[in-house]
Nanobody, 127 residues
Framework: QVQLVESGGGLVQAGGSVRLSCAASASTFSSYAMGWFRQAPGKEREFVAAVSRSGGRTSYADSVQGRFTISRDIAKNTVYLQMNSLKPEDTAVYYC????????????????????WGQGTQVTASS
């Protein structure tokens, strides 16, 4: 069991940057692959970025490739999403997710692959 709490969201001008944080309650944080998803009004929750247990392998949605960076700090039980060059279409509630895995190198991109979810944090990029 792990609880996830996102923070760092807010209102930002288009073209600006935001760093989201996801703090995990479990000391077994290193046992989880992590991901970020987002959901805009009227849309399905969609994959944004994922990182393996080791932190050495990552994956990004095409829409954010080159602009967003996912990373993790094992010592702090925290995963981050650095969001640069924000666009109005990035506006959404962003959710952190954790998946139990024995693999150090696998990452996951589907909603139904994840075991735990945070409450979400709103990011609004205004033009």
């Amino acid at each position: 069991q792990v609880q996830l709490v996102e923070s760092g969201g807010g209102l930002v001008q288009a073209g600006g940057s935001v760093r989201l944080s996801c703090a995990a309650s479990a000391s077994t944080f290193s046992s989880y692959a992590m991901g970020w998803f987002r959901q805009a009004p009227g849309k399905e929750r969609e994959f944004v970025a994922a990182v393996s247990r080791s932190g050495g392998r990552t994956s990004y949605a095409d829409s954010v490739q080159g602009r967003f960076t996912i990373s993790r700090d094992i010592a702090k039980n925290t995963v981050y999403l650095q969001m640069n060059s924000l666009k109005p279409e990035d506006t959404a509630v962003y959710y952190c997710a954790a998946k139990i895995t024995y693999s150090s190198s696998f990452y996951y991109t589907r909603r139904d692959e994840y075991d735990y979810w945070g409450q979400g944090t709103q990011v609004t990029a205004s033009s």
